[in-house]
């Protein structure tokens, strides 16, 4: 899949005539709990040649490819991604952390990750998990059975907003990591799920495990809760920052 991958990303700088910045794994691989079906969710960052940005009308921004068995392929245009990294978009956080990287150009992120800690917005990022907790309390998880992954997706978000509330911190990605959050009482649970899904496919289904969701739904009262007390970003206006991110690996990416 590694060599998969890696030619798929070189044949879509050759079809659209564009550099890839910067490639990782986004989805349940990247977070740490897997199923042995599992697609690969690559997600990429992409930059232009300098004369398309200059056009009255802006062009489209992304590139998305029909999602087979194993492969899942989508892409930001650079000028989007500096866009959404301003406006703390808490998913390329996510892309940004990711332990599964596939390609990055040698200035990418040297360039981008000291910007992370000064663009995330606590109540932006809160807002974003506590709305993925929302879904698996009102539609995820209400029956007798529901799906592993979906119970793991909400749990994963509770975690990161719990992190976001009690440490004032950008979240890691990695559920192992953020598993520091976790009470001690449900950890063995946890273990013993982890190994079940490590085994199961997708659409696995377990009893409604009701001490974790009972977890979920406080986390998301406590998260309710604590949003409007958050701190708000007080530092300079990152844009300036951004632009000149956005010149050099344009001029870097394409010199003259």
Known sequence: M???????LTRLEADHDIRILYACESGSRAWGF???DSDYDVRFIYVRRPSWYLTLDEGPDTLNFPVDAELDLGGWDLRKTLKLLRASNAALFEWLQSPTVYHAAPEFRPLLQPLLAGTFNLRAGLHHYLGLVRRGLETDLTGEEVRLKRLFYALRSSLAARWIRTRHALP???????RDELPTALNLEIDELLI??????????VPRPAALVEFLA???AAGQA??????VPTGPDPTPQLNAV???????????
Do not use: G
């Not at 590694?2 to 798929?8: E, G, V």
């Not at 079940?196 to 289904?205: I, P, S």
């Not at 956005?246 to 003259?256: E, G, K, R």
């Open 2 to 8: 590694q060599t998969r991958i890696a030619a798929a």
């Open 246 to 256: 956005f010149h050099q690996l344009l001029a870097d990416s394409f010199p003259v």
């Open 218 to 220: 406080q986390e998301y």
């Open 196 to 205: 079940r899904k490590a085994q199961a496919t997708e659409k696995m289904t």
């Open 172 to 178: 890691p990605m990695e559920f192992a990591l953020l």
């Open 34 to 36: 897997p199923s042995p």
């Open 226 to 231: 604590a949003r409007d007390a958050l701190p």
